[in-house]
């Protein structure tokens, strides 16, 4: 019977194949592992066996397992990569490495004045919709642009790049991380900041190969290491 330690291995000989192909280094890329409806357990597992980069979606179930007594002691290095709402801004600050899923101006303003209140500073990625799915949380790719001196201006989070969910169409899914990869360069070109946008976060277990081949420096991974999910 597999394991989670096994599936993470798999998992990295599978990241190291798809930079040997494009000719990138597989240190330069950040698995995720998403252990959204799993229990503390099977994160503790990932844990031991060397996966410190922990992805969660829903708030409640984010805090419950922060603060569990399997997990609390643990080096972990949070990352909340559901759509986050104004008004969970509160309970996340302070407690993530990154913020993956803010797609308004308001979510981020109201990120930046609860960071403000703690005295921290926040990092964050902005979701862009680049399937144009009406299912889909983001921003519409050319909503960016115009909207993006908003999120600039913002003091106490810093935004660090780009985040979407692709298509389940890999060849959809290609010209949509591609897409993402040419939109954080032209955000670069505008930043105040730009070498704080380095990151893609891009990929999931069905396609992290060819997000990898288009520039993904995030996979986030949940099935393919934890398995099915229920919900």
């Known amino acids: 019977m597999e394991t989670i330690s096994d599936n993470l291995r798999l998992i990295h000989k599978e990241i190291k194949a798809a930079c040997m192909k494009c000719g990138r280094d597989p240190s330069d890329i950040r698995l995720i592992a998403v252990s959204k409806t799993k229990p503390a357990e099977l994160v503790k597992a990932a844990c031991e066996a060397g996966q410190l980069d922990i992805g969660e979606s829903y708030v409640q179930e ?12 643990l080096p972990i290095r949070w990352h909340f990569i559901g759509h986050l709402q104004s008004n969970k801004a509160k309970d996340i600050v302070g407690r ?19 960071a403000a209140r703690q005295g921290v500073t926040a990092d964050y990625l902005i979701e862009i919709n680049t399937s144009g799915e009406a299912s889909k949380f983001g921003l519409a790719p050319d909503e960016l642009l115009s909207l993006i001196p908003r999120f600039f201006e913002l003091p106490n989070i810093r935004l660090r790049g780009l985040m979407t969910i692709a298509s389940p169409d890999r060849e959809k899914a290609r010209q949509e991380f591609r897409l993402l990869a040419k939109l954080l360069e032209k955000l670069r070109s505008i ?14 277990s069905q396609d992290y190969d060819i997000a990898i081949e288009e520039g993904a420096t995030m996979v986030r991974i949940g099935t393919a290491i934890f398995g099915s999910r229920n919900r």
Do not use: C, Y
């Open 62 to 73: 984010f805090l419950e397992k922060q603060a569990s007594g399997l997990l609390s002691n």
């Open 96 to 114: 993530t490495t990154l913020v993956h899923g803010i797609d308004k101006p308001s979510t981020a303003a109201e990120l930046s004045k609860r």
């Open 191 to 204: 930043s105040p900041h730009p070498n704080l946008l380095t990151e893609l976060s891009m990929g999931m």
